[in-house]
């Protein structure tokens, strides 16, 4: 557990006050002189009713002077609050001494140094470094590499993960509706895509569970890989270790092993997309490291990796994988010396502060805080948490577990109001807290109860839903 007397401040305790009306008058300011000028959720102020004058401990101040405790963590790339001190004076040094580089032609002290770290915690046969900027170009970079070594054409993905923005292999398999809505996921080829285990919804049933979340194993072993492909065609699997922006859901320890025992029999690649995972989001360095027995060919990060400094991201490969790879990958801005020095600092913090202590006491917090709402409100289906990532997952009612995509924007938008910014995004139906890994406890069980508070009040009168989950996407059509 951090020293509460050494690290954490009074400043870092601070609770949030929220705001009945939001947007504030500043605020909406802003937004007036300037959204005839923005796209997308950038122009969408309903998830995020503010503009944000700064952060202070572990709230975001907004331009009223409203606080609110951060449970988005610039969706986890924030992962010590404000970018903490260790991380700002490396990456100041590192300014100074190399300023702008390219770390891929011109070998800086900065990123060796961080590849030797890297190459020091990884688990496993990893020993290689390949440089990357967001984690949506090392996830392309991974799907290169696979094809690369192996020859063979297909990747195997599960359905609900989340891979970014781009018009390959995240437009074909990432959870982010707009890739339905806007009607551009379907043109992809060379991705094959099975459902991600999930104990509490079953793809193949309705109705409530709890399921044996090795079942999406025997469809694809009895149905894909009969009806569809030969194995011999996949060159690897792409998966998350934790589904994140599908909704926390933490594979069993039956699926690993049977996935494994796969992968062995068929000579697929593993690559973990730990972009979300890494760095001690779960409670350990990295996500995988929750179970036993997966030995990955590679590894992907992102987020966390960067410390809360500036962007980074990484690929982690194995010799047979990468060391006689003719592949570029890397990007103009990939490793700076700048981003290294920060990470690399994120690391000494993750490894010297007591940081995973931490992080297990914001998930053992957020169990024991949650998990009675699923007894005492119809809409509580789930309540699931995995290191300093956490959800709830709402239904209809607990005899159909329907989806509930306007109670969860009802209660997100009820907990702003209370200061508890979560991460929410429309036509999902659950609501993630993915605060700071050093958020105080009592600052994380103080949102608990705020969060749990806003649930019970959107409870006494729920939004109406649509029957069918297609309902959602549907009338998007243009
Ligand atoms: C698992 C996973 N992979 C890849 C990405 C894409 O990363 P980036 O937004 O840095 O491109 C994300 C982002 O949310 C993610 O959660």
């Not at 103009?332 to 690391?347: R, V």
């Not at 959800?391 to 509930?404: G, H, N, S, Y």
């Not at 938008?413 to 910014?421: E, I, N, T």
């Amino acid at each position: 557990m951090l020293n509460p007397d050494a690290s954490t401040t009074d400043a870092d305790r601070e609770l949030p006050t929220g705001a009945a009306e939001l947007p504030g008058p500043q605020s909406r300011a802003w937004f007036e002189r300037t959204d005839g000028h923005l796209t997308g959720t950038m122009a969408d102020h309903e998830l995020v009713p503010f503009v944000a004058a700064g952060k202070r401990g572990y709230l975001v101040v907004d331009a009223d002077g409203n606080t609110f405790a951060d449970h988005m963590s610039s969706w986890g790339a924030s992962p010590f609050g404000p970018t903490p001190e260790p991380v700002r004076v490396a990456m100041d040094q590192a300014w100074r001494e190399h300023g702008m580089q390219i770390s891929g032609w011109v070998q800086n002290e900065p990123a060796l140094r961080l590849v030797e770290k890297l190459v020091e915690i990884a688990p496993g046969r990893l020993n290689r470094v390949e440089y990357s900027v967001t984690g949506t170009l090392a996830v392309e970079g991974a799907v290169k590499f696979m094809r690369e070594a192996t020859g063979r054409p297909l990747v195997l993905t599960f359905g609900g993960q989340y891979h970014g923005e781009s018009t390959y292999l995240t437009a074909g398999a990432s959870s982010d509706l707009s890739n339905v809505t806007s009607q551009r996921a379907q043109y992809v080829a060379g991705i094959l895509t099975v459902p991600y285990p999930n104990r509490f919804r079953s793809p193949f049933r309705t109705g409530p569970g709890p399921f044996d979340d090795t079942e999406v194993l025997d469809y694809l072993e009895n149905y894909v890989l009969v009806q569809q492909v030969h194995p011999a065609q996949i060159a690897g699997l792409m998966i998350e270790p934790v589904l994140g922006e599908g909704g926390i859901h933490a594979p069993s320890q039956a699926f690993w092993d049977r996935l494994d025992a796969l992968a062995k029999r068929w000579g697929w690649l593993i690559c973990l997309d730990e972009v979300q995972t890494c760095m001690g989001r779960t409670g350990e360095m990295f996500g995988m490291q929750r179970w036993t027995g997966i030995d990955p060919d590679l590894m992907l990060l992102g987020k966390a990796f960067a410390a809360g400094g500036q962007p980074i991201a990484g690929l982690l490969g194995t010799d047979e994988v990468m060391a006689g790879s003719d592949l570029h990958l890397g990007s103009t801005y990939g490793f700076t010396p700048a981003a290294c020095a920060g990470s690399l600092a994120g690391i000494g913090m993750i490894e010297d502060e007591g940081v995973l202590d931490n992080v297990r006491e914001l998930e053992r917090i957020f169990l024991e805080e949650m998990r009675p709402l699923v007894d005492e409100v119809e809409q509580v289906g789930d309540a699931r948490a995995v290191g300093a990532l956490a959800a709830l997952e709402f239904v209809q009612d607990k005899a159909t577990i329907r989806p509930a995509p306007s109670f969860q924007v009802a209660v997100h938008q009820a907990a702003v109001r209370r200061g508890v910014l979560g991460i929410t995004q429309r036509g999902k139906w659950h609501l993630r807290l993915q605060p700071a890994l050093t958020m105080p406890p009592e600052v994380f069980r103080d949102s608990c109860l705020r969060l749990a508070d806003a649930v019970r009040s959107v409870a006494a009168e729920p939004p109406p839903e649509t029957e069918r989950v297609l309902d959602t996407v549907a009338g998007s059509a243009r």
